[in-house]
Structure formats: structure tokens, C-alpha cells
């Protein structure tokens, strides 16, 4: 049997789950050979790979839409797709285990591979799916019930659809935009539909006129305090509020000093249970670790990867799923025993998470954790052991959030009261009718301040208010306040727009994107410089700005930047990848005979200065440039786009231009040995500062 993996750590760990020798770039016995890709061995043909002629970017040559799509081999892993062509032609009669990773994605980089080397076996090939880590056992019992690979056949259609789909629009559109701008713009058919969203998000703030209203709220003393505010009887969508010239207004700034006494005249209940928050999808877990620790999604998909990966403690991380399937029940009940028994928590709240978990919950009957109806390609994300004495303090906070998650939804809910009340408030002279809502607690459950939404407004607490018993007033206060438009957009908001995007009517849409892919196409705007981060804020640049108003010129571009349109292609991507091709393809088409599209030209953005003659540093094509590359004296200060194969971005740039280092990358040197540096400029020379081993 041949045992294909996605990476090579996968591969080692199938090897020595089946006792199976070294052997050169792969591992071979009587029985199997195992040997691993290295993500994306193939790519998508570049324009000129089908014609010479289109390396030369025109207008004429638009639109490109080749009948066969053609890949090519990346040179920089050539190596490694060698190496498994060989192992393919020594056993070509042999049986296949696909077991790149569990999703469409990983379906793709598989059926690429297969298709380069001439796998034609498909009635004796079959797909290893499974979301445990690759401990022995599970490796074992995940070949034993693999199913055939035909059966995966959707997710490789899907596959090569999207990727030929954003091919498409990619290399049409970017020429297209960038031809008529004058300066190199790119376009995605999913990264610019955000893009569009935050410039409409920037654009509403922007426009946006506040308006000053008052508000009068009265504290009132009873077993703690408790607050009411004014009603205006004049306005029905925001009672509370007032405006300068409100004669009720007027009336009560003349009384407020005297006002003593209020009466509870009405008290409405109605009684709420909130069950514990669902495990963790990998989207949820991105938003979460955004918000407490500022971690990018890229950054928290690759940490938990690690944990799953490396250290073996957390199930498959790249899930769309926040419920276990109905047969889960028993590894869910060992894995609870398994952190109890080990008093797994070593975290740093004080309240243990797995105080107040009932085990008697782990039962089939509880559909918010076992529900397959609602299970999607892999189980939601749980711990499987106690985490390593080994892991960095970053896989410590990742870890936790699943630990706490798991032993959440193993409590009780919370119940409450939700409390309406009127109340009569009066001096001697007048009397003014005040209301107000709060909350009176059942039962905590779940909700303790450890695990509370700190987003949340919290409520006022009207437990033991009695009707038509009298209360002093300690304060009336009357407060001026003004609208306040929307928030701008962080990582956790764009990820919940990419997970449940809606459109006007609130009607839920198809999510944009994979819980894999999400995380980069947020990138890729932060690498472009299309946005930039302020505290946790997403903040669109010039370079957004413009791209998006030059889209916005041509009309059917602007419809395809929108997230209602571009919900309506993934959905149909899944319904009917033939129709989405040929809908692509026509879009395209049309987009780019809109050849009257009004543009302006883009003035260039100075990166940072020269730090050998001063003059101010642009983006070229291939490299950043001195300004005075072609003065009276010529300067030759350049800093090229790809260093050792590793990728410098316009933000890696202003950080060398600053004195600063870019961050580590993985470098590729000559040799084509892998390494890890970090870049710096010394001297207008870029230099490498290596990561330190030992660390």
C-alpha cells in the first residue's frame, strides 16, 4: 500500500505507527510505502505558459480563459514531487491511502499530485478522514475504516473549481484594474468582497453626523442599588431619549433636587435559560483568541495546528463543526475522565473550569454536543490529553480556551428572570413616570465572571424589587450623550461576517471561505497593505481605498465585490461546480468589456526613505526602489520582493526602511536546504539574522 500524507511529520507519525523504516526522502517496507508532499507541489500555469504572448499585460489580451486548465510543477519543492513520482512508479499495482488532511484543501493538494503522476487505481484507492491526533491507535483504526476515495469525490470537484474560479478572476481582474489605474492592484474573488465591506464599514463612520440627546436616570435605594431612566411618551424607537428642547426635559431639571421618592407601580418577569456556549469550531476559536490575546487568525490556526500536530493534545483544528457525532459518547467520556483523573488544569484564573462539570451530560440525549445532523466533515475542537510540560506560553492560552470550552458546556445552564419595571418618582409638586430592565438570577450555571462575555452590557440587578413599595431616590442625573456609528471592523467581526454573512432582511448566507482559508485571505489584506491594524481595529489604507473605488467603476465589478454576490457563488460552488465555472467565466468576461471604465491614476506611496541618498522608496514589480534610481547621480538602492524564496512584503519593507527587522521567515538557501531568518538592512544591504537554535 502506498500511504500518500500532506506533510512529512504526518508521514512520520504513520511510519511509526506501522513500524516502518527510513528509506532516503520516504519510508518503505514489504507493506507499505509512506511518503509525504509538502503542501502545494503543483500550481495553476501562468497566462504566458498557454501563450508567450500574454506576458506582456494589455487590455487586448483581456479576458483569459484557457479550455484546459494546465498546471506546473513549483520549483522551489520540485525535490519532493520527484521523489513521490518515484515511489508511484516502483508500485504501481499497489492500493492507495490518501491521507492528506481531512478537507477540501487537502483534497486538492492530493488530487493534484495523483493526477501529475498518472494514478489511474481509483477503485482500489481510499481516503484516511479522521479529526483525532495521530496517535498510534488512531492511525491504525483510521485505516481500517477508511472509505473509498470516490466517495470524497465532491470536495476534490469543489477543490479545483474554487482554485480555477480564483485563477480566473485573479488574473483577469488584477491586469484589468491594474492596466486602468496605472499601479499594481490585486484582485481576489473573496479578499476584495471584504475589502468592499470594510470600505463601506470606513465610509458609514465617516459620513456619519452624531446627534446630541439627553438621557435622565434615577438611582433608587433598596437591598443594593438599582437605576431607572425617564420615559419620553413622545418617542416610541428610543424612549429614554430626549431632546435640548423637551419640555418634559425642562420640567424635570427644574424638580431633580427635590425628587426624593419613587413607588415600584409595575413589575413584569419572564423567565430565561441560557445554555452553555457550544465547543469550539475553528472560527469560533479565532474570533475568541483575537479577542483575548490580539492573536491574528493565522497565527491561532498555526499554534493550534502545532497542538494537534506536534504535541498530540488537540483534535483536528481546520473543523466548520461545534458539535461531536453521535457515536463520539465514549471518547468524550474518556477524555473527561483522562483530564480529571490528571487534574489537568494548570491555568491562570483562579476558578478551575472543571469545577461544576457534570459528567451525567455526556449522554447522547445532549444534542448541543452530540448531534451528527449537524456534524460537518470533522468533529468540533476538544482536548484529548494534558497539555505538555513543553508547549510555549502562546499553545498554553490556545489550549485553554478548548480546555475551558469543553468543561463548559459539561454544566448547567443559566436561568434567570428578566425583569421589566415602572416606576412612579415624585417631589412635592410632580410626579414622573421612570422604567428600566434588569435581571434577577436563578441559577449561575455555566456563567461565572471567569467565563462571562466581557462584550456583554452588564445588566441591573432588580432581585427582591417589590410592587408598590417605596424606595428613596439617591440621584437624579441627567446626562447628555450623542449617536455613535458602527464600530470598525476587526479579525473576530470579519471572521463572523466570512462564517454567517446575511444580507438586508437579515436572512442568513453561505459562509465565504473555509475555516482553513479564512485566516489567510485576512492576511493577504495586512500583506498587501489594502488595510492596516490599529489596536484591534481594521483600518482601510489609501492603496484599499483606491482599489475599491476603481472597482466601484465598473459596474460589473462592483456587483461581484459585494457579499451578497459573492455568498451567491459559494453557494453555488457547492450545489453545482459545472454551473459556477461557466458563471465565472462569463462574469469575467463581461467584467472586462466594460473597457469605458472611468479611472484616475494612483499617486505612489513613499514606503520609508533611502538609507543611502535619502530619496523616498517605492513599490515596484519585482523589488522596492529609490525614487532616484534614474537621477543626476544614480542611486542603486533596491530591496527585491523574494529573498532566498522567502516573500517581502510593502509592511516588510517599511519595517526594514524604519531600522526595524522583519519577522522570521522560512528561507530557502541555494542548496535547497530550509532555514529561518529574519531580515535587516545594514549598510542598504539586506542581511539575515538567524533563529537562534537553542531558544
Not at 478537507?103 to 481509483?122: K, P, Q, T
Not at 459596474?555 to 459556477?580: C, K, V, Y
Request: hydrophobic letters at 35%.
Amino acid at each position: 500500500m502506498i500511504i500518500l500524507t500532506e506533510k512529512p511529520s504526518v508521514a512520520r507519525a504513520f511510519a511509526d505507527a506501522l513500524g516502518v523504516p527510513r528509506k532516503d526522502n520516504f519510508w518503505e517496507n514489504k507493506d507499505y510505502c509512506i511518503v509525504n508532499a509538502l503542501g502545494h507541489l503543483l500550481e495553476d500555469c501562468l497566462p504566458e505558459d498557454y501563450d508567450p504572448a500574454l506576458k506582456k499585460w494589455s487590455l487586448e489580451g483581456l479576458s483569459i480563459i484557457p479550455d484546459i486548465v494546465k498546471y506546473r510543477v513549483i520549483e522551489k519543492t520540485k525535490h519532493q514531487l520527484d521523489v513521490i513520482k518515484k515511489c508511484f512508479n516502483a508500485r504501481k499495482n499497489d492500493s492507495l491511502l490518501l491521507a492528506t488532511d481531512a478537507e477540501r484543501e487537502g483534497e486538492l493538494i492530493g488530487a493534484e499530485i495523483l493526477d501529475y503522476v498518472g494514478f489511474s487505481n481509483y477503485s482500489n484507492a481510499r481516503r484516511f478522514w479522521v479529526s483525532e491526533a495521530l496517535t498510534p491507535e488512531v492511525i491504525k483504526t483510521g485505516i481500517e475504516k477508511a472509505k473509498p476515495l470516490e466517495e470524497y469525490a465532491s470536495y476534490r470537484e469543489q477543490g479545483f473549481a474554487r482554485q480555477h474560479a480564483d485563477w480566473l478572476a485573479g488574473m483577469n481582474l488584477t491586469r484589468l484594474v491594474s492596466l486602468k489605474s496605472g499601479k499594481l492592484l490585486h484582485f481576489g474573488r473573496v479578499q476584495t468582497a471584504l475589502l468592499g465591506a470594510i470600505h463601506e464599514r470606513e465610509k458609514s463612520i465617516v459620513n456619519f453626523t452624531p446627534e446630541k440627546f439627553f438621557e435622565v436616570k434615577a438611582v433608587m435605594e433598596g437591598a443594593s442599588p438599582f437605576s431607572v431612566k425617564l420615559v419620553n411618551p413622545d418617542n416610541d424607537e428610543f424612549p429614554a431619549r430626549f431632546e435640548n428642547d423637551s419640555k418634559l426635559l425642562a420640567e424635570i431639571k427644574a424638580e431633580k433636587d427635590f425628587l426624593t421618592t419613587g413607588v415600584v407601580t409595575e413589575i413584569e418577569k419572564e423567565k430565561k435559560t441560557v445554555q452553555p456556549p457550544q465547543l469550539f469550531n475553528l472560527t469560533a476559536l479565532q474570533k475568541e483568541a483575537h479577542k483575548q490575546y490580539s492573536y491574528s487568525p493565522e497565527q491561532t490556526l498555526e499554534i493550534a495546528q502545532s497542538l494537534y500536530e506536534k504535541h498530540k493534545c488537540l483534535s483536528y483544528p481546520r473543523t466548520p463543526s461545534c458539535v461531536m457525532g453521535d457515536e463520539n459518547v465514549s471518547l468524550v467520556k474518556d477524555i473527561y475522565e483522562k483530564l480529571v483523573s490528571a487534574s489537568a488544569y494548570v491555568g491562570k484564573g483562579p476558578v478551575n473550569p472543571m469545577d461544576g462539570a457534570d459528567p451525567s451530560l455526556i449522554s447522547a440525549d445532549n444534542k448541543r454536543l452530540f448531534n451528527s445532523a449537524e456534524l460537518q466533515d470533522h468533529h468540533a475542537l476538544i482536548p484529548l490529553t494534558p497539555l505538555p510540560l513543553d508547549c510555549s506560553d502562546e499553545e498554553k492560552n490556545i489550549y485553554f480556551l478548548v480546555f475551558e470550552r469543553f468543561f463548559t458546556i459539561l454544566k448547567p445552564p443559566y436561568v434567570y428572570n428578566s425583569v421589566k419595571i415602572a416606576a412612579s418618582v415624585f417631589s412635592d409638586k410632580k410626579r414622573f413616570m421612570f422604567k428600566g430592565t434588569g435581571i434577577e438570577i436563578l441559577q449561575t450555571g455555566w456563567k461565572t465572571a471567569h467565563n462571562a462575555d466581557d462584550g456583554e452590557e452588564e445588566e441591573e440587578d432588580y432581585a427582591g424589587l417589590e410592587k408598590d413599595k417605596e424606595y428613596p431616590v439617591s440621584s437624579v442625573e441627567i446626562d447628555e450623550k450623542k449617536t455613535e456609528p458602527k464600530k470598525h471592523h476587526t479579525f473576530a467581526s470579519l471572521l463572523q461576517l466570512m462564517e454567517n454573512p446575511r444580507n438586508e432582511d437579515g436572512r442568513r448566507l453561505t459562509g465565504l471561505g473555509t475555516p482553513a482559508t479564512r485566516g489567510s485571505i485576512l492576511q493577504k489584506l495586512v500583506d498587501r497593505r489594502y488595510v492596516s491594524l490599529k489596536g484591534k481595529n481594521i483600518l482601510i489604507t489609501d492603496d484599499g481605498k483606491f482599489l475599491i473605488e476603481n472597482v466601484l467603476k465598473n459596474e460589473g465589478l462592483a456587483a461581484f465585490i459585494s457579499i451578497p454576490e459573492t455568498t451567491r457563488w459559494e453557494e453555488q460552488l457547492h450545489d453545482n461546480t459545472s454551473a459556477f465555472l461557466d458563471g465565472i467565466r462569463g462574469f469575467v468576461r463581461r467584467a472586462v468589456a466594460h473597457t469605458d471604465m472611468q479611472t484616475y491614476r494612483h499617486e505612489k506611496t513613499s514606503l520609508g526613505k533611502c538609507p543611502l541618498c535619502g530619496g523616498d522608496v517605492y513599490e515596484g514589480k519585482k523589488n522596492y526602489y529609490c525614487s532616484n534610481y534614474n537621477g543626476a547621480n544614480p542611486c542603486s538602492f533596491a530591496v527585491w520582493k523574494e529573498i532566498c524564496k522567502a516573500a517581502v512584503s510593502p509592511a516588510d519593507a517599511q519595517a526594514l526602511l524604519a531600522g526595524r527587522q522583519t519577522k522570521v521567515k522560512k528561507c530557502v538557501s541555494k542548496a535547497g536546504k530550509e532555514f529561518k531568518a529574519a531580515f535587516i538592512l545594514a549598510g542598504g544591504k539586506i542581511e539575515m539574522k538567524f533563529e537562534d537554535r537553542k531558544k
